[in-house]
Nanobody, 124 residues
Framework: QVQLAESGGRLVQAGNSLKVSCAAS????????MAWFRQAPAKQREFVAG????????YYIDSVKGRFTISRDNAKNTVYLQMNSLKPEDTAVYYC?????????????????WGQGTQVTVSS
């Protein structure tokens, strides 16, 4: 079972950028897909972006396309989410998730490992 630890969340002003990180440990990641989810108060956890570890195939929800970029550093076993042009509606706890499959699925129930989350707050 892979262990995940997010970092980098903070308060930023709308229009600014922020990069959050997810360090993975405990297993070989070549068989995993990784994703970022977010959860705003009183809302369900929402898939944001995903990446397959080996091929690097990328997936995004429409609301973040062109603004967010998911990437990975194989040597560091770390996944990143670069967030540009942030909006107040991006405010949420951002979670890193791992799934032992090369298939990216957007439902949270399909992901096996989760980090503790990192708070991103965008002020207007």
């Amino acid at each position: 079972q892979v262990q995940l630890a997010e970092s980098g969340g903070r308060l930023v002003q709308a229009g600014n950028s922020l990069k959050v990180s997810c360090a993975a440990s405990g297993d070989t990641l070549s068989s995993y897909s990784m994703a970022w989810f977010r959860q705003a108060p009183a809302k369900q956890r929402e898939f944001v972006a995903g990446i397959t570890w080996t091929s690097g195939s990328l997936y995004y929800i429409d609301s973040v396309k062109g603004r967010f970029t998911i990437s990975r550093d194989n040597a560091k076993n770390t996944v990143y989410l670069q967030m540009n042009s942030l909006k107040p509606e991006d405010t949420a706890v951002y979670y890193c998730a791992a799934r032992r499959s090369v298939q990216i699925l957007t439902g949270a129930r399909f992901w096996n490992s989760w980090g503790q989350g990192t708070q991103v707050t965008v002020s207007s």
